[in-house]
């Protein structure tokens, strides 16, 4: 039977200390706003940590959505120690709208959100009840993909901020991922704020980023679901050695380019190919098809993703948010 919870203050969820597995609705009734966010609490047979694992913050990245079904559907708890946390679908709403990237009641992108204001907006009210849900965990893993429009590369930015030992335990939950690359950052500013907030909570937590354009093939899904369990492994939750693939580190300048007029945008490009300085990226035409505009990388790059959508708007910026002119993201590598 599947529960609900009603959460109004501040307080502390109980989940329940015996073994096996609890799925509830954590609602939140706000002044403006009403919030509810699934979630699978999965007890282990002994005392442990507390992981997280959450999908569906942008409602249209389904690969992680489907590997949190396999997760919910596949750990034992009698083989698990301590609590895992499954959030498959952080926004229900923006889920059900089939809505890309922003959320559908107020356009704020939600990684950016900061937890804290439970009487904002929709996305505030949001962010904060997550935040209820997930303060406890010491891990947390969110699991992104390419939007219905965005052409992605598999890879796995690593937040590379604190001690030496909080770095050391980040990077751990990434080193299971069957990925190629592994991007450190180190800026506050490469950061979203929401990943910068759950590190302030002393949460140690990754996003993931595999699967494109909203598919939810099985090579992706399983991607996700492995490098789960590898970092389940790596905590001590699961027993076993965890994965260590094959895995290089990307570094360099992220560099996103964005339209400098509204059209139609035909890219020339492909996610994971490498460019060189002045090479076409791809060009915009009018709506009748007539020639605007062409785009170049301005140094040797790597494609991290390039959106396939052809409708460019400049206009539409909800937020400051210039998620409607963005054509290509690249990773500008370092000249040998
Ligand atoms: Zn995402």
Do not use: C
């Given at each position: 039977m599947i529960s609900r919870i009603n959460i109004q203050t501040d307080s502390d969820l109980n989940w329940h200390d015996t073994p096996g597995i609890e799925e509830?609705?954590?609602?939140?009734?706000?002044?403006?706003?009403d919030v509810e966010i699934p979630v699978c609490v999965i007890t282990g047979r002994e005392p442990g940590p507390t992981f997280t694992i959450m999908s569906g913050m942008h409602a249209g990245e389904y690969a992680g959505i489907l590997a949190?079904?396999?997760?919910?559907?596949?750990?034992?708890?009698?083989?698990?120690?301590?609590?895992?946390?499954?959030?498959?679908?952080?926004?229900?709403?923006?889920?059900?709208?089939?809505?890309?990237?922003?959320?559908?009641?107020?356009?704020?992108?939600?990684?950016?959100?900061?937890?804290?204001?439970?009487?904002?907006t929709y996305s505030d009210a949001l962010i904060d009840t997550l935040f209820q849900i997930v303060k406890s965990s010491d891990y947390l893993i969110d699991m992104h993909s390419g939007e219905m429009v965005q052409a992605l590369y598999p890879w796995v930015p690593v937040p590379m901020i604190g001690s030496k030992e909080i770095q050391e335990a980040t990077l751990a939950l990434a080193k299971g991922y069957k990925v190629d690359f592994l991007e450190y950052r180190y800026e506050i500013e490469a950061i979203p704020p929401l990943c910068l907030a759950l590190f302030e909570a002393g949460i140690i937590n990754i996003w993931v980023e595999i699967g494109k354009n909203g598919l939810p093939s099985e090579r992706d899904i399983s991607a996700h679901h492995d490098g789960l369990v590898a970092a389940l492994k790596t905590v001590g939750m699961l027993q076993g050695d965890p994965d260590r693939p094959k895995q290089k580190m990307l570094t360099g300048k992220r560099h996103q380019i964005n339209a400098s007029e509204s059209g139609?945008?035909?890219?020339?490009?492909?996610?994971?190919?490498?460019?060189?300085?002045?090479?076409?990226?791809?060009?915009?035409?009018?709506?009748?098809?007539?020639?605007?505009?062409?785009?170049?990388?301005?140094?040797?790059?790597?494609?991290?993703?390039?959106?396939?959508?052809?409708?460019?708007?400049?206009e539409r910026k909800p937020h400051g948010y210039d998620w409607h002119s963005g054509l290509v993201s690249l990773l500008e590598l370092e000249e040998d």
């Open positions: 509830v609705f954590v609602s939140r009734s706000g002044d403006k706003h949190a079904h396999r997760i919910i559907k596949t750990i034992n708890p009698d083989e698990l120690l301590g609590r895992l946390i499954v959030i498959p679908v952080i926004s229900k709403r923006a889920f059900y709208n089939r809505s890309m990237q922003l959320s559908p009641a107020d356009e704020k992108e939600i990684h950016f959100v900061k937890p804290g204001n439970p009487k904002g139609i945008w035909y890219p020339k490009i492909t996610e994971g190919q490498i460019v060189e300085k002045g090479e076409l990226l791809g060009i915009t035409t009018d709506i009748f098809g007539n020639f605007l505009e062409e785009y170049r990388a301005r140094t040797r790059s790597f494609v991290l993703y390039y959106w396939t959508s052809p409708a460019i708007n400049i």
